[in-house]
């Protein structure tokens, strides 16, 4: 399984957006989530926007070499977003007053360097994910459900990348053709079922919709295949087949069981007021 540009890592249980730079080797991390996280801030952009501005009237040289990046919002929409290395990341935790200061830098340095252990062996990554989520209380059948989901996640949006489409934004548009063709839901539409904020859907999903996923994801990059589709406008219409395929599998299923298949089930902890998924 490939390792995705973009992560979400938890630190505490609380998200930490990250991107992986290829050229300089090194993570960039959202400055607004590391806030949060190190103050128990229910907006960390908001307080990163006041220390900002309390650190640029102090002269701090931090404000104005930190760095902006495209990273998904909970919305599901990608968001230029203030980021800083794990150097500059160092440096601002000395502006926030935090008991959290010391175990947070231990994480950021295990993060740099498990990334500089998968890079050597990629398999590594693979083995890390599995043993994270299994530690989270997801079942074998869940999590091997959940990788092989990924796989095939990977192969289209390799296909996308080759047949001429951007990404970011598109990839998040196609993925909302696909998800809303075979669920009846939009992404956000799913999230806000789940009761879900920033964390990231699939991590949240029953296995029935996994398999449902990874089936509507296949038959698209299939049908995109053998339709040769280029470029954004294709792909959104092989994207609608492929979502059309798991669409009527689903309603097969239900129709002989009478369980829907989409759920506002969830792994969040039981304080967050929703049921707990039951595995």
């Not at 000395?94 to 500089?116: C, D, H, T, Y």
């Not at 669409?247 to 902890?269: H, Q, Y």
């Amino acid at each position: 399984m490939d390792e995705p540009k973009h992560k979400l890592l938890l630190f505490e249980r609380q998200p930490i957006r990250m991107e992986w730079d290829e050229a300089a080797e090194k993570w960039w991390f959202s400055i607004a989530d590391v806030c949060a996280v190190l103050t128990d801030s229910a907006d960390g952009r908001k307080y990163w926007s006041v220390l900002k501005t309390r650190l640029k009237k102090e002269g701090c040289e931090l404000t104005t070499i930190c760095s902006q990046l495209k990273m998904q919002a909970a919305d599901g929409k990608f968001y230029k977003t203030d980021v800083a290395d794990t150097k500059q990341i160092l440096r601002l935790i000395q502006s926030i007053p935090s008991k959290k200061a010391e175990p947070f830098k231990m994480w950021l340095a295990k993060v740099g360097s498990e990334r500089i252990q998968e890079t050597i062996d990629p398999e590594q990554g693979v083995d890390r994910a599995r043993e994270n989520w299994l530690k989270l209380g997801r079942s074998e059948k869940w999590v091997q459900q959940r990788m092989s989901g990924q796989e095939t996640r990977n192969k289209l949006t390799d296909y996308w990348k080759k047949s001429g489409v951007k990404e970011h934004n598109d990839f998040a548009a196609l993925t909302n053709i696909i998800h809303q063709e075979w669920t009846g839901l939009t992404v956000k539409q799913h999230k806000s079922l789940k009761n879900l904020k920033t964390q990231n859907l699939r991590d949240h999903m029953s296995e029935a919709e996994l398999i449902f996923t990874a089936l509507a994801e296949l038959s698209t990059r299939q049908i995109a295949e053998s339709e040769r589709a280029t470029g954004y406008t294709e792909n959104a219409v092989a994207s609608k087949k492929g979502g059309k395929v798991a669409k009527n599998a689903r309603k097969d299923l239900e129709s002989k069981t009478g369980k829907s298949v989409v759920t506002g089930e969830n792994f969040l902890p039981p304080h967050s007021g929703k049921k707990k998924l039951k595995k």
